[in-house]
């Protein structure tokens, strides 16, 4: 469902005078999500230091792709 943002605000003396909504597409929010869930597993991923480490990752990737369907 589309959503509507507030994105930019114009003061005046201190008071807000003006206010500019954007609706924001389905399709936007769905490349924000994506975007937000690449950011985390690049964080998940440097975090990586030793083998378990790296294991407990891989089994919570697998687990992850197999609930969306795309493993077997």
């Known amino acids: 469902m589309p959503e509507e943002r507030v ?4 003061y005046k003396d201190g008071v807000k005078v003006e206010e500019e909504k ?4 389905d399709e936007q929010l769905a ?3 994506e975007a937000a869930a690449l950011a985390k597993a690049d964080t998940l991923i440097d ?3 030793d083998l378990a480490s790296s294991k407990v990752f891989l089994k919570k990737l697998c687990k992850r792709l197999i609930k969306k369907g795309y493993l077997p």
């Open 47 to 49: 975090g990586i230091t």
């Open 22 to 25: 954007a609706i924001i597409s």
């Open 7 to 10: 994105i930019r605000i114009t």
């Open 31 to 33: 490349d924000e999500a």
